[in-house]
């Protein structure tokens, strides 16, 4: 085998189609490995060197083994393809990688000596005249200010519509199967998205999902942020083993062309066939942005949710001067509390009760025994209110009439004839104790107290 291999400039690809080609790049984004159309998996990267920038060169590349695709660890990283051959797609050159005769190698693209790739294709053999373009790249990619992306289509996650895909700039906090071959993407970026109405017909939502997907255990939310939402990206099976693939836990990224759906009254994103990721640095103006945000929201409201901002009379009041000046805290506050017990000021909507007809919330002996779900945007929670709580709550024992009167109101169930409601926000005492030490999601009890509703 020669010790030499030519390689090509990615800026006179162009010039060169039907041929193959041997290139050295940085990869910049790629989407994240899937099953194709037919029985192969493939994944598209894109692709700069020094000649070239803009626009980004796509390497569509195909195998047999979803374990044998090129799979990204960190920014910057550079790849050596051999033999790749050149096509155009919608009039722009393009490199597709044959798994007959084509290989590749990915090298850790942080400036260092050794030539060991961390990654590559069965048939990829390295030549000693790859290494000074190697070191050459890399030396150059450090100093290169790289392209973060950023299109007319990148939202927070406080802007988002449904049955709409945008992209966004934010951070994974991680990826999880749920079941067999459904994975989860938890992506967060420090904004809370929009607050949703529900069906009028109460009955729908007995049994209420608490969350997308299954619950999760204490220990697997106990590093997510309390102040934000963290958003659920559902990955269907064609994406395989996402977790053994992806690899940009707790780094910020680009993520585009994410679906996003409502369940239950909950927000969810679904990973599509176009969804495509770019690594950011911590630096990249976008991300800067983000966290600037976040800190002056911090500064300005709080632990508060956004959509309350506006909220100057509430529909309830604390009994308790002792938590006038206590700051407000977040559900996922409450659902990553380590302690056995606690109290905590939340500012959260009644999205659901049980039982369901005002006639049953008291028990045979007379007392009032309620579970309502409480939400914000970072979870839900079932909560009980019961005996003297829920007796001070209500004021005391009105009529039904009366009762359900204020149900409605607190329900957001509208005075006319609408098919939707939509909840107000109240500010509300929740007391947490641990039923076990387990500290499971299910162990956890909560009770409203010192909370009167005012109408």
């Keep these: 085998m020669s010790d030499r291999r030519r390689i090509m400039p990615l800026r006179d690809v162009k010039d060169h189609p039907k041929r193959k080609v041997n290139l050295i790049a940085v990869v910049v984004e790629f989407s994240i490995p899937r099953m194709s159309v037919g029985t192969d998996y493939c994944t598209i990267l894109k692709v700069i060197d020094q000649s070239q920038q803009n626009p980004e060169l796509s390497v569509n590349v195909f195998m047999d083994d979803v374990h044998q695709l090129p799979h990204i660890r960190s920014r910057r990283d550079i790849i050596v393809l051999s033999c790749v051959r050149i096509e155009r797609h919608n009039q722009d050159p393009c490199a597709v990688f044959n798994k007959s005769f084509s290989s590749y190698a990915l090298f850790d693209g942080k400036c260092s000596s050794a030539f060991r790739p961390y990654q590559a294709s069965p048939a990829f053999c390295l030549i000693a005249s790859d290494k000074p373009f190697i070191t050459s790249l890399k030396n150059w990619s450090l100093t290169f200010q790289l392209d973060p992306g950023i299109s007319p289509y990148v939202v927070s996650l406080n802007h988002i519509k449904e049955k709409d895909y945008h992209d966004l700039v934010c951070k994974v906090l991680g990826v999880c199967e749920v079941s067999s071959n459904e994975w989860v993407l938890f992506l967060w970026d420090g904004t809370d998205v929009p607050p949703l109405s529900f069906n009028t017909k109460l009955e729908e939502h007995y049994s209420i999902q608490l969350q997308i997907s299954v619950p999760l255990p204490t220990n697997a939310i106990s590093n997510f942020p309390c102040v ?68 002056e929201r911090l500064l300005r409201s709080g632990r508060v949710p956004m959509s309350s901002y506006h909220v100057s009379n509430f529909l309830t009041v604390l009994t308790v001067t002792d938590y006038e000046s206590t700051k407000f805290s977040t559900l996922m506050d409450l659902l990553t509390f380590s302690k056995d017990k606690g109290i905590f000021k939340c500012i959260v909507r009644v999205v659901a009760i049980y039982p369901l007809q005002v006639k049953d919330f008291w028990s045979p002996a007379g007392l009032y025994r309620i579970r309502v779900t409480l939400e914000d945007p970072t979870a ?43 909840p107000p926000w109240i500010q509300c005492c929740v007391e947490l104790h641990l039923a076990n030490e387990a500290g499971a999601l299910g162990a956890r009890h909560y009770h409203i107290r010192f909370t009167i509703l005012v109408l």
């Design 228 to 295: 934000g939402t963290v958003l659920r990206v559902i990955a269907d099976p064609a994406y395989g083993n996402l977790g053994y693939h992806f690899h940009s836990i707790g780094e910020w990224v680009r993520i585009r062309n994410v679906l996003f759906e409502v369940d239950s009254g909950l927000w969810k994103g679904v990973l599509s066939g176009t969804s495509k990721v770019r690594l950011l640095s911590e630096n990249d103006n976008s991300v800067i942005e983000r966290k600037r945000n976040l800190t």
């Design 380 to 422: 839900r929670i079932h909560a009980l209110l019961c005996g003297e709580d829920a007796e001070l709550f209500f004021g005391g024992y009105p009529s039904i009439s009366v009762l359900a009167a204020k149900m409605n109101k607190l329900l957001g169930v509208s005075e006319n004839d609408d098919s939707t409601r939509n």
